[in-house]
């Protein structure tokens, strides 16, 4: 049966497994795993049982693009992974299934320089083995096409042998075309494009690294950027396909107007393998991988440096002798790399090539003196520092002893160099004429950029204006390491340090969302924008947001409804709520000073599961008023969040006065004031007030029944239910919302 629906020959006996695993795909039509997808993931260094996850979640992905039998219609998606986590492996494996299934032209549009471009065409060259000249390949790669090298006619000819009778089905090859994202280049495609008959031809578009460059940044300005313009000129150009964004940083893609041509109509979220190091690893204390920069060692305006900073000789130091070991133990990967990322200015980069070098050269000198030399003697204690250090993290690493002789010949072996838009800094690096590297730069070893085998990175340089995303782009240090983590380490400002931590929620916030709504079945435009985010972190940047976000910040406050008589029906469902809740719940006299005389004491109940009060109160309280559901929710999602990592908590539940109904006035149809404040007699302290009726650390509910109306006048509503929580400040959060979506 399985052959049979694969199409597969009794020798694909691995396949078989592999595909048997896989389940149907969550969209429209139901891609089939056949021999190029899965020759994909086989060929690659990729463990037997981590194949069939990268095939399921193309998929997954493919399923809910375009089916290739239909003759028009258009789809987009966004393919969110981690940094550095093999989204190239995953949508080279998306466009080998659509060759599978029939797309007869996929398109990447890769790198906004010629370097990315040229690392990720060299990368899908290889996984779809399109050089290979010991067998028929069933692609032809158009590189950068243009009118003036034929390419529309190439095309042209390619897709015509779907259509010929006498071409047999496995020789119907796939163009292939790259291309940079870049204005120009995408000019030059479309041009082409124009010049070729492409109604019926199912086509796959991948915008790698979706947020960056292609959306309109004049969008507040009512005007379109000029790339903005050629990916919708592209997306015009072709009657039947679908355009996937591929990225690691979502917020952009997510918070554009659902109206704009690139908001994602889908989400898929990929998944990285067991051999990963991201943000939940690279920070947690027990990993021991981070230094921090001190502030005077941050070049800036008021803080010139004359002179390379202790950290970056500890750094350098540290990649020597992680070199050495990697030398001496003859270990994989073949290279080992440093990255010195300062800023984004060339004259930076310039000063910190020169530390380097200079201090290279130095140590170099140094290293070949005899060993009774004093500054040898003083440069190798430094080294034996350093190497108590690694130990902590390698257990692994060689005696010391045996180490040193090795030092030399691996600063011999290492190569400097800039890495950024000057004229010497953009030629590729060509990874196997050193097996070490130290590499300075700035953008140009941001977003998308592979520093083979790093385990140094040196990051001298603030959060800037705190974009979430932007800081997100320069984490290279993620990646495939876990084979050599203990010999990594993160050299980082503080600043730069806590938006990270920040970012790492905020990340796991996201995927964690995206995830459960994909199983909803329905699509992206009405997904709630709501996330975690610190509030000194900014989700994107702003010129290319039309609709404006705003904070909710959780946590040492109280958040209740201000609007809780909004519907009749609504206070009669939350009086059953409430009635039922209160049923279950054994209170006691509050023990919290009251010498009221004239007032119902408060009740107490400790020690209440959150998970009880989430399932049976908060989330069947009924809340009407758009401004009350601002605050509401973000409680509530918060409250969740909570309970995923802390599932056993505990809360506090409060009765204010005993449930006897409390009268309070209205102001244009809000409670005027809701918390009885502080009571004074004979000034003493009768009653601390309501807003301190909580318990310090764990979440406090209060519980309240309300008539609403101005005193000695009929009361607008009678008997309302209303429920007022406090969020300790150990676990606040701070929240954005958009005003788009459900």
């Given at each position: 049966m399985?052959?049979?629906?694969?199409n597969?020959?009794?020798?694909?006996?691995?396949m078989?497994?592999?595909?048997?695993h896989?389940?149907?795909?969550?969209?429209?039509?139901q891609?089939?795993?056949m021999?190029?997808a899965?020759?994909v993931?086989?060929?690659?260094a990729?463990?037997?049982?981590?194949?069939?996850?990268?095939?399921?979640?193309a998929v997954n992905?493919?399923?809910?693009?375009?089916p290739p039998?239909e003759?028009s219609g258009?789809?987009t998606?966004l393919?969110?992974g981690?940094v550095?986590?093999g989204k190239?492996?995953?949508?080279t494996t998306?466009?080998a299934?659509a060759?599978?299934?029939?797309?007869?032209?996929?398109?990447?549009?890769?790198?906004?320089?010629?370097y990315?471009?040229?690392q990720?065409?060299?990368r899908?060259?290889?996984?779809?083995?399109?050089?290979?000249?010991?067998?028929h390949r069933?692609w032809r790669h158009?590189?950068?096409p243009?009118?003036?090298k034929?390419?529309?006619?190439i095309?042209r000819d390619?897709?015509?042998?779907?259509?010929?009778?006498?071409v047999p089905?496995?020789?119907r090859?796939t163009?292939?075309?790259?291309?940079?994202k870049n204005?120009r280049h995408?000019?030059?495609?479309?041009?082409?494009?124009?010049?070729?008959?492409?109604?019926g031809?199912?086509?796959?578009?991948i915008?790698?690294?979706?947020?960056?460059?292609?959306l309109?940044?004049?969008?507040?300005?009512g005007n379109q950027s000029?790339?903005?313009?050629?990916?919708?000129?592209?997306?015009?150009a072709i009657?039947?396909?679908?355009?996937?964004q591929?990225t690691?940083?979502?917020?952009?893609?997510l918070l554009?107007n659902?109206v704009?041509?690139l908001?994602?109509n889908?989400?898929?979220?990929?998944?990285?393998?067991?051999?990963?190091i991201?943000g939940?690893?690279v920070f947690d204390?027990r990993w021991?991988l981070?230094?921090i920069?001190p502030?005077d060692?941050?070049p800036?305006?008021?803080?010139?440096?004359?002179?390379p900073p202790q950290?970056?000789?500890c750094?350098m130091?540290?990649?020597?002798?992680g070199?050495?070991?990697?030398?001496?133990k003859?270990?994989t990967?073949?290279n080992?790399?440093?990255m010195?990322?300062p800023?984004r200015?060339?004259d930076i980069?310039?000063q910190?090539?020169?530390?380097?070098?200079?201090t290279?050269e130095?140590w170099l000198?140094i290293?070949r003196q005899p060993s009774?030399d004093?500054?040898?003697?003083?440069?190798?204690e430094?080294?034996?520092?350093?190497?108590?250090?690694?130990l902590?993290?390698e257990?692994?690493l060689?005696?010391?002893d045996?180490?040193?002789?090795?030092i030399l010949?691996?600063?011999r072996w290492?190569?400097?160099r800039?890495?950024?838009?000057?004229?010497?800094?953009?030629?590729?690096?060509?990874?196997?004429?050193n097996?070490?590297?130290i590499?300075?730069?700035g953008?140009?070893?941001?977003r998308?950029?592979?520093?083979e085998?790093l385990t140094v990175?040196?990051?001298?340089?603030?959060?800037?204006?705190?974009?979430?995303?932007?800081?997100q782009?320069?984490?290279r240090f993620f990646g495939?390491k876990?084979a050599y983590?203990?010999?990594?380490r993160i050299f980082?400002?503080q600043?730069?340090?806590?938006?990270f931590?920040a970012y790492?929620?905020?990340e796991?916030?996201?995927?964690?969302q995206l995830?459960?709504?994909r199983?909803t079945?329905r699509?992206l435009s009405?997904?709630?924008?709501e996330?975690?985010?610190?509030?000194n972190l900014?989700?994107?940047?702003?010129?290319?947001?039309d609709i404006?976000?705003w904070?909710v910040?959780?946590g040492?406050?109280w958040?209740?409804?201000e609007?809780p008589h909004d519907v009749?029906?609504?206070i009669?469902?939350?009086r059953a709520v409430f009635?039922?809740f209160?049923s279950?719940?054994?209170?006691?006299e509050?023990?919290g000073?009251d010498k009221?005389?004239?007032e119902h004491?408060?009740l107490?109940?400790?020690g209440?599961?959150?998970s009880h009060?989430h399932?049976?109160l908060?989330?069947?309280?009924?809340?009407t008023?758009l401004?009350?559901?601002?605050?509401?929710?973000?409680?509530?999602?918060?409250?969740?969040?909570?309970?995923a990592?802390n599932?056993?908590?505990?809360?506090?539940?409060f009765l204010?006065?005993g449930?006897?109904?409390?009268?309070?006035?209205?102001?244009n149809?809000?409670?005027?004031q809701l918390?009885?404040g502080?009571?004074?007699?004979r000034?003493e302290?009768?009653?601390?007030?309501?807003?301190?009726?909580?318990d310090?650390g764990?979440?406090?509910i209060?519980?309240r029944y309300?008539?609403?109306?101005?005193?000695?006048q009929?009361?607008i509503?009678?008997?309302?239910?209303h429920?007022?929580a406090w969020?300790?400040?150990?676990?606040?959060?701070?929240m954005?919302?958009q005003?788009?979506g459900?």
């Amino acid at each position: 049966m399985i052959r049979d629906r694969y199409n597969l020959n009794s020798s694909d006996a691995l396949m078989i497994e592999v595909v048997n695993h896989l389940q149907p795909g969550p969209g429209r039509w139901q891609p089939r795993v056949m021999k190029e997808a899965f020759g994909v993931v086989s060929c690659q260094a990729i463990p037997q049982d981590r194949q069939p996850v990268i095939l399921q979640e193309a998929v997954n992905i493919l399923s809910r693009c375009v089916p290739p039998s239909e003759i028009s219609g258009q789809e987009t998606g966004l393919v969110i992974g981690y940094v550095q986590s093999g989204k190239t492996m995953s949508f080279t494996t998306v466009a080998a299934l659509a060759h599978d299934n029939g797309y007869r032209m996929v398109i990447i549009i890769a790198g906004t320089s010629q370097y990315l471009l040229c690392q990720s065409r060299n990368r899908l060259c290889n996984d779809l083995r399109i050089n290979s000249i010991s067998e028929h390949r069933p692609w032809r790669h158009v590189p950068d096409p243009t009118l003036s090298k034929d390419s529309h006619r190439i095309i042209r000819d390619i897709l015509e042998d779907w259509n010929d009778p006498i071409v047999p089905p496995e020789e119907r090859r796939t163009v292939l075309i790259t291309v940079m994202k870049n204005h120009r280049h995408l000019h030059r495609l479309i041009e082409v494009l124009n010049s070729i008959e492409l109604r019926g031809i199912p086509t796959l578009i991948i915008d790698d690294e979706g947020d960056q460059a292609g959306l309109n940044t004049m969008v507040r300005r009512g005007n379109q950027s000029t790339t903005y313009r050629r990916l919708l000129a592209l997306r015009a150009a072709i009657p039947q396909h679908s355009f996937l964004q591929y990225t690691a940083t979502p917020q952009a893609p997510l918070l554009i107007n659902i109206v704009d041509v690139l908001s994602p109509n889908f989400a898929e979220v990929i998944t990285p393998g067991d051999n990963y190091i991201g943000g939940r690893d690279v920070f947690d204390e027990r990993w021991n991988l981070i230094r921090i920069i001190p502030s005077d060692e941050i070049p800036s305006e008021n803080n010139r440096l004359t002179g390379p900073p202790q950290t970056l000789h500890c750094a350098m130091r540290l990649f020597f002798l992680g070199a050495a070991a990697h030398l001496m133990k003859r270990d994989t990967p073949p290279n080992r790399s440093m990255m010195v990322h300062p800023s984004r200015l060339t004259d930076i980069h310039g000063q910190y090539f020169n530390w380097v070098r200079d201090t290279r050269e130095g140590w170099l000198y140094i290293f070949r003196q005899p060993s009774d030399d004093h500054a040898y003697r003083d440069l190798i204690e430094l080294f034996h520092r350093d190497y108590e250090d690694l130990l902590r993290t390698e257990p692994g690493l060689p005696s010391f002893d045996s180490i040193v002789p090795y030092i030399l010949r691996a600063m011999r072996w290492t190569t400097v160099r800039v890495l950024n838009d000057s004229p010497e800094g953009t030629a590729p690096v060509n990874w196997s004429d050193n097996p070490y590297w130290i590499l300075v730069g700035g953008q140009s070893m941001d977003r998308g950029f592979t520093v083979e085998g790093l385990t140094v990175t040196y990051m001298p340089r603030g959060p800037g204006i705190r974009n979430a995303d932007t800081i997100q782009q320069r984490a290279r240090f993620f990646g495939y390491k876990q084979a050599y983590r203990g010999y990594c380490r993160i050299f980082l400002e503080q600043d730069v340090y806590d938006a990270f931590l920040a970012y790492i929620e905020h990340e796991e916030d996201i995927r964690s969302q995206l995830i459960e709504y994909r199983n909803t079945g329905r699509t992206l435009s009405d997904w709630r924008r709501e996330f975690f985010l610190a509030g000194n972190l900014h989700p994107t940047r702003n010129n290319v947001i039309d609709i404006d976000y705003w904070r909710v910040q959780l946590g040492d406050r109280w958040v209740y409804p201000e609007r809780p008589h909004d519907v009749g029906e609504v206070i009669e469902a939350n009086r059953a709520v409430f009635s039922q809740f209160i049923s279950r719940i054994q209170f006691v006299e509050h023990d919290g000073l009251d010498k009221r005389v004239t007032e119902h004491r408060n009740l107490v109940a400790r020690g209440i599961p959150l998970s009880h009060v989430h399932e049976n109160l908060l989330t069947r309280i009924r809340i009407t008023s758009l401004e009350d559901s601002r605050l509401f929710s973000p409680l509530l999602r918060l409250i969740q969040f909570h309970l995923a990592q802390n599932p056993n908590d505990l809360c506090t539940i409060f009765l204010i006065s005993g449930g006897s109904p409390i009268r309070r006035a209205c102001e244009n149809e809000r409670i005027k004031q809701l918390f009885q404040g502080r009571q004074l007699a004979r000034r003493e302290i009768t009653y601390p007030g309501d807003r301190e009726v909580k318990d310090a650390g764990v979440i406090s509910i209060q519980l309240r029944y309300l008539t609403l109306g101005e005193y000695q006048q009929q009361p607008i509503a009678d008997n309302v239910p209303h429920l007022a929580a406090w969020i300790p400040a150990s676990i606040a959060r701070d929240m954005v919302q958009q005003p788009q979506g459900a």
